[in-house]
């Protein structure tokens, strides 16, 4: 069993930042590919950016892309994204997910493992 820990999530300003974090524990391993995914009220979840196993491959929607960006610590299984100039349209919960595979996947259904959630609210 794998547990995953969303935080940094909060209020905010237009145009300011905040740092995600998420930590992971129990059966955890470096192996996994992870991923931020999103869900505004009303709306689907979305996916917000991927990281492989190693670090080295990230992908972005291109609604983020040039304003966050996810990184990985695997020496302390961690996972961060760093959210910058942040819009409105960014106001939603937050979820770290594991896909148990090594590459990362913009669909929802092809991960395994979810935090809890943390919300964002950016206002204007």
């Known amino acids: 069993q794998v547990q995953l820990v969303e935080s940094g999530g909060g209020l905010v300003q237009a145009g300011g930042s905040l740092r995600l974090s998420c930590a992971a524990s129990g059966r955890a391993s470096s192996n996994y590919a992870m991923g931020w995914f999103r869900q505004a009220p009303g709306k689907e979840r979305e996916f917000v950016a991927g990281?492989?196993?190693?670090?080295?491959?990230?992908d972005y929607a291109d609604s983020v892309k040039d304003r966050f960006t996810i990184s990985r610590d695997n020496a302390k299984k961690t996972v961060s994204l760093q959210m910058s100039r942040l819009k409105p349209e960014d106001t939603a919960v937050y979820y770290c997910a594991g896909r148990g595979k090594t590459y990362p996947s913009t669909w929802d259904y092809e991960y395994v493992f979810w935090g809890q959630g943390t919300q964002v609210t950016v206002s204007s």
């Open positions: 990281i492989s196993w190693s670090g080295r491959n990230t």
